[in-house]
């Protein structure tokens, strides 16, 4: 048997194990989450919420905004407070004082340590003790409980409507007011607060862990780290380290990539171009407005962290509040670079076949509309539901569902389902006269298909949640999405795209592309799959969930520690020849690739990655940290470097302006690393500080975040994100200067 017949098995069992076991897990959480009661009560008997009061106020969270504004169970936004955090500190203060004035006469803070100590064991005894009964379908609730939940009721209804006194508090939560705009619907929203703040502090049916694995963190109530979360996350790093040390004696074993001898010219310039191939530019077109439209919104949602009320003044969060702009900033950014990505494919298939199948053109640009009725369709409607100008099942289909990077109505979910259906049935077309005819390419295209196909099979995981489905079984699906979808399935077709293109380019053997891909995608999707559970780590899930999570997520890290390797083969290949510098800075962006590969992805992933680490910095600025530079500086930067790669063979005998994509991509890179190193990293590490000292509250409460020395951190980031600006305006300017004025060789 040969190696490349053994890797392929070894894909097939990797991938098909992996996905038993989510699926089995997935089952799991499924019997597992916490349950929504029939009615929850109190010792008197009085019906407190119902459970039509807490699926609609899940709604009605959703609807404005959802996880754009703050967090629930720490996954969303970062101005706002996480509301479980904050109603589960709220609840316990209000609790320990009433037991206090009763029992001495004075406030919880006033008595001595040990009548506090007293008095703590008494609250976590109420809170944490399982009172569901599954025969009655019912929770029952302590008198002083139900007293919390009026006094909180009312805080929270004037904070999301319009009561003065919170105004300054609003300003500093980015909240507009009348974000709610009713006292009923503000009514069935405190019941989707308390639920989920209950599945935070209950424990499990015989267990002496809560739901959310005691998450988070709370030193009143009895939320601390267990053993399992610092078991688990020794396991991770001892792992991390095992694998490491084997990846690295397989490639020192392995040797050096077997390259071809450098051709005397261009291979490109003897391909030939179909007529399809010219459309394409229209969709860098629209990745460059919507890469500047992302980057103005993200200044503004930026903004809002040290200007809740506004812009400089301007009130202009009556028309477009955080939520709205923050929606838009994250969604954008994963249209953009999926656009760039789909508009590479739809270049790479014809151009392995040399000619269009029928209707070719015509579904190029019926797809090219069709993305843009879903883009400006789905941010229209999530102005609309944010706005509460839709009911709440009209919001469900068209308007907000409040679920971070998956925010989009379900009808815009369906329509983009379609849309990369009708994009693969465009990759594949053409294609398939090629398998027919066993070429060497074969396995490498085989390989592209199957990423093609998982791109546009598994955003379906996008629908396997209701409207009013329990939030850890949408928790679990959103992550199929997120994870799966963006960096698992994105990240095979980028390995294979980049290993085509340098196979075509005749700079590397087809064989030892095909060999390459298989490995790299078997040790990615080895930690890839299982590593979606260290999302859901404190979303309802199971004990085994983070176990699983722990291990395989550390797995994710290994590929990125020999990321150098890579870099330096990329580099090398850009210095071979004369005319490959015409390939200079698209090679150039694929070394940023693998930079932020290892940085973003893997240093500052691996930092929130174990679970005793993300028990206390889960929704925190460590995790935008992570964010914006695994997905821009790796997603982004890619999608960048493949749309140059087209534009490159478009204008084969076309002199590039050098100076202008030089200030883009150094622009670009040097205000990412402004951006993280200068605000992002300190403002999170002085949160997880305050996180281990006094709690998740804590960490993300007005008072920490509106410290002086804080809003100068906040204000630091506008030093990297002007620079990084400069690099966006830079390319957009490169696209349309190159695309308009110079025309394509036929």
């Known amino acids: 048997m040969n190696r490349e017949k053994k890797l392929w098995i070894g894909f097939a069992l990797v991938t098909i194990l992996s996905f038993c076991v989510l699926g089995y897990y997935g089952y799991e959480i499924y019997q597992q989450a916490p ?13 407190i919420f119902t459970e039509e009061e807490i699926k609609d106020g899940q709604n009605i969270w959703q609807s404005m905004g959802g996880q754009e504004v703050g967090t629930i169970w720490g996954h969303g936004a970062y101005v706002a407070p996480d509301w479980t955090a904050d109603w589960l500190h709220r609840e316990a203060v209000f609790i320990l004082n009433i037991y206090a004035n009763k029992d001495f006469g004075k406030d919880f803070d006033a008595l001595d340590k040990e009548k506090q100590a007293a008095l703590k064991i008494r609250l976590q005894a109420d809170l944490r003790d399982n009172k569901y009964d599954d025969n009655s379908k019912t929770i029952t609730l302590s008198q002083n409980r139900a007293l919390a939940i009026k006094h909180l009721s009312n805080y929270y209804k004037g904070l999301f409507m319009d009561s003065p006194e919170f105004d300054q508090l609003r300003k500093d939560y980015a909240i507009p007011k ?21 599945a935070t502090v209950t424990n499990r049916p015989n267990s002496d862990i809560s739901y959310t694995h005691n998450w988070p963190a709370d030193e009143l109530v009895g939320n601390k780290a267990t053993t ?14 095992l694998c490491i040390g084997l990846l690295v004696f397989y490639h020192a074993k392995s040797g050096e990539d077997e390259t071809l001898p450098t051709p005397a010219e261009d291979p490109l310039l003897k391909q030939g171009m179909t007529p399809s191939m010219h459309l394409v530019k229209k969709y860098f077109w629209v990745v460059s407005l919507l890469m500047i439209l992302q980057m103005l919104l993200g200044i503004i949602t930026a903004h809002y962290g040290v200007e809740g009320g506004g812009l400089y003044g301007i009130p202009i969060d009556q028309i477009l509040p955080y939520a709205v702009t923050r929606t838009w900033h994250t969604q954008l950014a994963i249209f953009w670079i999926a656009t760039a990505w789909l508009a590479t494919g739809l270049y ?25 009725i879903i883009v400006l369709g789905s941010m229209a409607g999530q102005w609309f539901g944010v706005m ?18 998956v925010d989009l109505g379900r009808f815009w979910q369906i329509f983009l389902l379609i849309g990369l259906f009708l994009w693969l049935a465009l990759m594949v077309r053409p294609l398939l006269p090629i398998l027919k005819r066993k070429t060497e390419e074969k396995n490498l295209i085989i390989m592209f298909l199957i990423s093609c196909s998982a791109i546009a099979l598994f955003y379906s995981a996008g629908l396997m949640w209701g409207r009013q489905t329990n939030l850890a079984i949408a928790e679990y699906w959103r992550w199929w999405v997120v994870h799966l979808w963006v960096e698992g ?17 005749g700079l590397l053997k087809t064989k030892t592309a095909t060999l390459n891909v298989l490995f790299s995608t078997i040790v990615f999707m080895s930690g890839g799959i299982l590593g979606t559970f260290h ?32 870099a330096y083969h990329n580099y090398k290949l850009s210095k071979s020849t004369k005319w490959i510098e015409d390939y200079k800075w698209p090679i150039y962006f694929m070394l940023a690739v693998s930079f932020w590969n290892f940085l973003g992805a893997g240093i500052f992933g691996f930092i929130i990655n174990p679970p005793i680490a993300l028990y206390y910095v889960q929704g925190l600025n460590t995790t935008p940290l992570h964010g914006h530079t695994a997905l821009f500086g790796v997603y982004g930067m890619l999608g960048i470097g493949l749309i140059l790669f087209v534009l490159r063979s478009l204008y084969r005998n076309i002199q590039w302006n050098n100076k202008l994509i030089g200030t883009t991509f150094w622009s670009l890179n040097i205000g990412l690393f402004l951006m993280a190193m200068l605000s992002l990293l300190p403002i999170g590490i002085w949160q997880a500080i305050e996180s281990i000292e006094k709690g998740m509250w804590h960490a993300r409460s007005s008072e920490l975040m509106q410290e002086p020395t804080m809003i100068v951190l906040k204000w630091l980031r506008a030093i990297g994100d002007s620079i990084f600006g400069i690099g966006i305006v830079a390319f957009a300017w490169f696209v349309f200067d190159l695309t308009l004025k110079n025309k394509t060789n036929k």
């Not at 399992?228 to 380290?241: E, K, N, P, T």
């Not at 790479?348 to 209707?359: R, Y």
């Not at 395989?552 to 520690?561: C, R, Y």
Request: aromatic content about 18%; proline content about 4%.
């Open 348 to 372: 790479i298939a014809p151009a392995v076949s040399g000619k269009d199948p029928k209707f070719q053109c015509f579904g190029v640009n019926f797809l090219f509309i069709a993305l843009l």
């Open 35 to 47: 349950p929504v009661p029939e009615k929850i009560i109190s010792v008197n008997n009085e019906v």
């Open 228 to 241: 399992d979360l610092m078991a688990w996350s020794g396991v991770s790093i001892i792992l991390l380290i």
């Open 388 to 405: 509460q100008k839709l009911n709440l099942i009209e919001n469900f289909w068209f308007g907000h569902q409040g679920y971070e990077y």
């Open 535 to 566: 999302h859901l780590y404190f979303t309802g899930t199971p004990t085994a969930v983070m176990a699983l999570g722990a291990t395989f997520s550390a797995l994710e890290i290994v590929p990125l520690t020999l990321i150098g390797y890579e």
């Open 178 to 198: 009348n974000a709610i705009k009713d006292e009923a619907k503000m009514h069935k929203m405190s019941a989707f607060f308390f639920w989920a703040t209950w």
């Open 489 to 505: 399935f994105f990240e095979v077709f980028a390995t294979v795209v980049i290993a085509f293109l340098f196979v075509r380019l």
